[in-house]
């Protein structure tokens, strides 16, 4: 399965390294926000000579660490550390 940009027809390919511009296309990022990631080592990647390269899996992990905690998530680990840590009074 492959997936195109209408902007510029970059195939998304299912190989696990993309080039930047396979990344752009992924991440829907454009490529200055990308080098701008890459130069102040925020976001995982391989330079090999001037070109750079990402690890689809990589950048699948590196996406879904900045997830947003709901406030069901925060309640249920509340309320497992309450559980595990009771209050005692004296």
């Known amino acids: 399965m492959h997936r ?5 027809n970059i195939e998304v ?3 696990p ?3 930047i511009k396979q990344l752009s296309a992924y991440l829907d990022l454009s490529l200055s926000a ?3 990631l890459t130069s102040s080592k925020e976001i995982p990647h ?9 690890d689809k899996k990589d950048i ?4 879904l660490e900045h997830k947003v905690t709901t406030t069901a998530d925060i309640e249920k680990i509340a309320s497992d550390y309450i559980r595990r840590n009771p209050v ?3």
């Open 34 to 36: 990308i080098y701008k």
């Open 4 to 8: 195109t940009t209408s902007s510029n």
């Open 46 to 54: 391989v330079k090999r000579g001037k070109r750079l390269y990402f």
């Open 13 to 15: 390919a299912n190989s």
């Open 88 to 90: 005692k009074f004296p």
């Open 17 to 19: 390294i993309m080039t």
């Open 60 to 63: 699948d992990a590196w996406v």
